[in-house]
């Protein structure tokens, strides 16, 4: 039987090349913690990790090394981000279309009197900018959004979103797990002031690695989630003021970053726009394809225009789950069903409680692959 890939939003598959290979070098050869030792095992970890941020930098236009904050998920991420930044009596702005990683949180700090408006997108999930003008409150402080959808792969307008957050003196935080490695994201001119990053999707790289990259004055209003030995300022008790430090308490996930510095390595080489050109390929031959299909209804956006290489179907008179188990039990396809820790964004697409089967593909798949799991839904949806 085939053996077919197609949950790339949870997780890709395979990484990039020689990901693996870094990770057993360090663990192998190298070994060492960074910030703590000064023997040239330390020395050349450390210059690893610093390549490492230099190279997300170049990935999303940011200028500053010290200001990318290594993490072990985005979830982590957001949580420091939320929980950090926003105080008893701030509100923000959400879309509907968020994942749990944020709303989770938020709802947490609700207890302490922080406050949310969650903007609704339409039933393909697009959002309109000016909805964001509507809800604007006096005590708003801060937008928390995702940059696509996990469900359905509806892009939300990062640009148009960005400079209402500039004129109306707003905090602007991306969630970029869909999209991070497969679509640009320009800190400067999408006005930016932290994005929060995995390393195991878009990027190629291993699961545990993951971070934010924030602007100066947002690292400054913020106050650290986790203390604890930095290997900086060891005289003193309390937190260092300055970047990364203020952030990255504890032994980071040194052989997560070493394999990440050769998944970005490959990302460079061969650009991502190339990548993801040839995923778009394959999500157009999917969706011409699914069209049709009787009995399966598609979720989100019909063609490739502002959408990613995510897709989901919810199948008419049929538990999506036992659509997903067939196809990995007998022709060996595997998806996601199910509601993808993101309710909000199902009952903004109509498919709550039920879910939908989700494919999502990257540049890695093939057209026989493709052609393969349209042939195994046409029999499937009869």
């Known amino acids: 039987m085939n053996r077919v890939y197609f949950d790339q939003a949870a997780t890709s598959f395979p990484k990039a090349p020689g990901v693996g290979d870094a990770m057993k070098y360090y663990l192998e050869n190298v070994g060492a913690n960074i910030n703590r ?168 790289g291993p699961q545990g690695i993951g971070g934010f990259l924030i602007s100066t004055q947002l690292a400054q209003e913020m106050d650290p989630l986790f203390a604890g030995g930095t290997g900086s300022l060891s005289d003193r008790e309390d937190i260092p003021p300055f970047l990364p430090d203020k952030f990255e308490a504890g032994t980071p996930n040194i052989p997560g970053i070493f394999g990440l510095h050769r998944a970005l390595a490959y990302l460079e080489k061969e650009g991502i726009e190339n990548l993801q050109s040839r995923a778009m390929e394959l999500t157009g031959l999917f969706l011409e394809g699914v069209q049709d299909l009787k009995n399966i209804k598609l979720i989100g956006p019909p063609g490739l225009k502002d959408r990613t290489a995510v897709v989901s179907l919810d199948f008419t008179g049929k538990d999506n789950g036992e659509i997903a188990y067939i196809l990995e039990k007998d022709y060996g396809i595997m998806t996601r069903s199910g509601l993808h820790c993101a309710p909000s964004a199902h009952q903004t697409l109509g498919t709550f409680p039920q879910g939908t089967v989700r494919f999502s593909f990257s540049h890695f798949n093939t057209t026989e692959e493709i052609n393969y799991a349209l042939q195994a839904l046409s029999n499937i949806a009869k």
């Open 37 to 204: 030792g000064v023997y040239s095992s330390a020395l050349s970890a450390e210059e690893i990790v610093l390549e490492t941020r230099e190279a997300l930098c170049r990935l999303f236009n940011f200028q500053k090394p010290k200001n990318v904050i290594f993490t072990m998920n985005i979830t982590q991420s957001l949580n420091m981000l939320l929980k950090g930044l926003l105080k008893p009596n701030d509100h923000c702005i959400v879309s509907s279309m968020e994942h749990n990683a944020v709303m989770r949180p938020l709802l947490q700090l609700g207890s302490l009197g922080i406050s949310f408006t969650r903007v609704k997108g339409n039933s393909q999930g697009f959002l309109d900018p000016q909805d964001l003008i509507k809800a604007l409150q006096e005590n708003t402080r801060a937008v928390i959004m995702t940059h696509a959808s996990n469900v359905c792969g509806t892009i939300l307008p990062l640009k148009e979103i960005g400079k209402i957050c500039k004129n109306h003196g707003l905090i602007f935080i991306v969630d970029s797990a869909q999209t991070a490695g497969s679509l640009t994201i320009d800190l400067q001119d999408d006005n930016i002031d932290a994005l929060a990053f995995t390393g195991h999707k878009g990027l190629l």
